[in-house]
């Protein structure tokens, strides 16, 4: 099995900068698909940003396209999602989600706790 632990959320002020990391156990993290979700008080979870598991290809949702990047350090076992130009509309849980076999908004392998991110006007 994988665990995973997010960490890194806050309150933020709009326009501001915030990294969320997620943490992985064992050494299988480098064959997985790794992928940040969030869902917003009242709305669906929603698919922001994936990456594969060599790193080569990567997704990004159109609404943060441009603002966020996602990277992964397999040596670490160790995504993390850097977050610019932040938005109050960004405000959500953010979940960490690993796959073994499926990619993009299907991924539901592996899933961590959760991490508010709070950005503010």
């Known amino acids: 099995q994988v665990q995973l632990v997010e960490s890194g959320g806050g309150l933020v002020q709009a326009g501001g900068s915030l990294r969320v990391s997620c943490a992985a156990s064992g050494r299988t993290f480098s064959y997985y698909n790794m992928g940040w979700f969030r869902q917003a008080a009242g709305k669906e979870r929603e698919l922001v940003a994936a990456?594969?598991?060599?790193?080569?290809?990567?997704y990004y949702a159109d609404s943060v396209k441009g603002r966020f990047t996602i990277s992964r350090d397999n040596a670490k076992n160790t995504v993390y999602l850097q977050m610019n130009s932040l938005k109050p509309e960004d405000t959500a849980v953010y979940y960490c989600?690993?796959?073994?076999?499926?990619?993009?908004?299907?991924?539901?392998?592996?899933w961590g706790q959760g991490t508010q991110v709070t950005v503010s006007s």
């Open positions: 990456i594969s598991v060599s790193g080569s290809t990567t």
């Open positions: 989600a690993a796959d073994r076999f499926r990619w993009g908004a299907r991924m539901n392998d592996y």
